[in-house]
């Protein structure tokens, strides 16, 4: 199994542009999660999808931020107008229920907004 | 001015000997708990889960006890190695607003001297 597959792996960009995060889940994975990982706040769950729908977006910090999944193998993270406070590194991770089944991440998109 | 970010635990430990990484957990009514390793530049990666039901499980090299009672959870590495030098995470499942997810704790970095 190839894993979840995140692109960009590195982008770095000017603030006010905008950023679009890719994740390719694990085939056959009905969940999709997206996290943020930052020094100040540790390891935050912004969104995630159970058969593509999005079942809690709570912690999705402003409306700058919106999330996609348009299919079930194929989701995306964007930030319009990216902010120097969005640097972080963002993970996709998927599982076949977050309650008593792995949920296992891909390696991340380290992003800079400078 | 100088930023703050989350301090992290740290864990230093003589290759061989054996290490034990403490987490405590927040909600009472959480039934599922994960360990996570994260190298550096890397997403967490899955080590071992216990349910709640259970008070220890052991794996290759590492067992989780819980302790629901105080909850308390850790993660014993017997024998350790230099690639045992990481982050590790604790995770606990909880239900928000009718909907599961996993929340993380702030994690613990391990380092193994040679």
């Known amino acids: 199994d190839a894993g979840v597959i995140q692109s960009p792996r590195h982008e770095v960009t000017e603030m006010g542009q905008e950023v679009t995060l890719r994740c390719k889940p694990i085939?056959?994975?009905?969940?999709l999660f997206w996290y943020r990982q930052t020094m100040m706040r540790g390891l935050e769950l912004l969104i995630y999808f159970n058969n593509n729908v999005p079942i809690d977006d709570s912690g999705m910090p402003e409306d700058r931020f919106s999330a996609k999944m348009p299919n079930a193998s194929f989701s995306t993270l964007k930030i319009q107008p990216s902010e120097p406070r969005d640097s972080a590194v963002y993970f996709c991770?998927?599982?076949?229920?977050?309650?008593?089944?792995?949920?296992?991440f891909g390696e991340g998109s380290w992003l800079t907004v400078v | 001015g100088e930023s703050v970010g989350l301090h992290l635990p740290t864990l230093s430990v003589q290759e061989g000997d054996n290490s034990i990484i403490n987490c405590a957990y927040s909600?009472?009514?959480?039934?599922?708990f994960i360990w996570y390793k994260q190298e550096s530049g890397k997403g967490p990666q899955f080590i071992i889960d216990?349910?709640?039901?259970?008070d220890k499980r052991q794996g290759q090299r590492v067992t989780v006890l819980l302790n629901k009672t105080v909850k308390h959870l850790s993660l014993q590495i017997a024998a350790t190695q230099p690639g045992d030098s990481a982050v590790y995470f604790c995770?606990?499942?909880?239900?928000?607003?009718?909907?599961?997810?996993?929340?993380f704790g702030t994690g613990t970095r391990l380092t193994i001297i040679p």
């Open positions: 085939s056959g994975h009905d969940y």
């Open positions: 216990i349910r709640s039901n259970m």
């Open positions: 991770a998927s599982s076949r229920h977050p309650s008593g089944n792995t949920i296992y």
């Open positions: 995770a606990e499942n909880t239900v928000r607003f009718g909907n599961e997810k996993l929340t």
């Open positions: 909600n009472s009514a959480s039934d599922y």
